[in-house]
């Protein structure tokens, strides 16, 4: 049976803090990547499946429906929460590719540790030939009895250093279109022949890495759906990812009051008392209160990923950007001295417009499945790859 707001409020009052007006936002990607305090944070709700309510109770979650599950959510930002930047992955795509394609040996496997935060996924999906023309991955798995073998490089791989598990996509036939000879595995990070080595970004993340993959070998029971499939597992990844990126509200952890931390704090220091950048100030909350809802709204209705999820991850980008960008105007010519919080969200902010695919790539999603406008000349969907014309 579903729970009133109330109850749900009353049942996480018991086991969170409430939100103070000290807490910062959280940066995606930025900072730490804290990996003991979003665990805690996940092993406190998992008891009642409070962080992924609608999975089933034995994975985590507590089968809830998509309006307690949104209500649960918007009741989760009234509490002090914790950076799960780490847990995205396994949380937002594998979990619920697992739960829609996986084997019920690989969900029961999988699924509890993602949930509890004890073990953390990574997405193998760009290498250097393959980003916004992901159908272009050229890592080769080949059959080996039971196993197959990989072999090739990632590049762009988050949370690649500390994830137990890597969801890869290789292909497995390269004679077939470039589209369809993909598949899609689960690789053990600590197998013999992977070599993870970081890459620091300009906001001094050390997150991301390339991944070389030498002869390693990934039992056929870590394959994850069909043969030849791993072109849709990826598009739906994606979708998934885009919706999940559009659906942070980007450090606007909300107060009872209905305003981001981020906005009591320029209250504070005095930057909306001058009428000009009060205006601009209202931009931004606006653009953060549009995006907030319109996630809240499409997720009641059980319709957050698909071509939707573009829409709130272009909208997402643009109101973390903006906010970002002006937080270091407000700032002033000794915002250039600084180094703190806002800074980092400052230098993070043109990775956004990248990570999950480029806006320029999400525009063409949306003109192309949701405006039905034509779409782009393509002279590779047809042939085998191995004929393909590409970069060296
Ligand atoms: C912070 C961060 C984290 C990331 N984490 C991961 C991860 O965990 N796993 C993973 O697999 N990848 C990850 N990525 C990689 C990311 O998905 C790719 O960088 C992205 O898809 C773009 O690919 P690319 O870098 O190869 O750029 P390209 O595809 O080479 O694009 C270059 C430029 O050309 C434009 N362009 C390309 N094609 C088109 C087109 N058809 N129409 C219009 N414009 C086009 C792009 O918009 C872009 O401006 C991450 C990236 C960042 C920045």
Request: contains cysteine.
């Amino acid at each position: 049976m579903s729970l009133n707001d109330e109850e749900i409020y009353e049942a996480i009052s018991e086991i969170l803090p409430k939100l103070g007006a000290e807490t910062s936002s959280t940066v995606l990607g930025a900072g730490s990547d804290d990996l003991e305090a979003g665990r805690n944070y996940l092993q406190v709700l998992v008891e009642e499946g409070w962080m992924l309510p609608t999975w089933p109770q034995k994975y985590g979650g507590r089968n809830s429906t998509p309006e307690e599950a949104s209500q649960i959510s918007k009741t989760l930002g009234l509490f002090e929460g914790a950076d799960l930047y780490p847990y995205g992955v396994g949380l937002s795509l594998v979990g619920p590719v697992l739960m829609e394609l996986g084997t019920d040996d690989q969900m029961n496997r999988w699924l509890l540790p993602i949930a509890n935060g004890s073990e953390i996924w990574c997405q193998m999906f760009s290498e250097p030939d393959a980003g916004s023309d992901l159908a272009n991955v050229g890592m080769s798995a080949e059959k080996d009895g039971e196993e197959w073998i990989l072999n090739g490089s990632k590049v762009w791989t988050s949370r690649g250093a500390y994830s137990k598990w890597g969801m890869c996509l290789a292909r497995t036939d390269p004679e077939t279109t470039k589209h369809s000879g993909l598949t899609m595995f689960a690789v053990d990070m600590k197998s013999p022949g992977i070599e993870v080595r970081t890459i620091e970004q300009m906001n001094g993340d050390r997150h991301f890495s390339e991944v070389f993959v030498s002869d390693v070998a990934v039992e056929d029971r870590n394959r994850i759906g069909n043969l030849g499939d791993g072109w849709k597992i990826a598009v739906k990844t994606l979708a998934l990812e885009r919706s999940s990126l559009g659906g942070r509200s980007f450090g606007g952890g909300d107060q009872s009051n209905g305003l981001p931390t981020w906005l009591e704090d320029w209250k504070v220091k005095g930057y909306l008392d001058d009428p000009v950048s009060r205006q601009k100030a209202m931009k931004a909350f606006m653009l953060h209160r549009v995006n907030q809802l319109t996630v809240l709204r499409a997720a009641s209705s059980g319709n957050s990923s698909g071509p939707a999820g573009s829409g709130a991850k272009l909208r997402s980008v643009l109101a973390f950007k903006f906010r970002a960008y002006l937080s270091k105007e407000f700032f002033g010519a000794e915002g250039m001295l600084v180094n703190d919080h806002e800074h980092i969200e400052f230098l993070t902010g043109p990775s956004m417009s990248i990570r999950g695919g480029t806006d320029e790539v999400q525009r063409n999603i949306l003109g192309e499945r949701v405006l039905g406008l034509p779409t782009e000349h393509r002279v590779d969907k047809e042939g085998s790859y191995r004929d393909l014309v590409r970069g060296k």
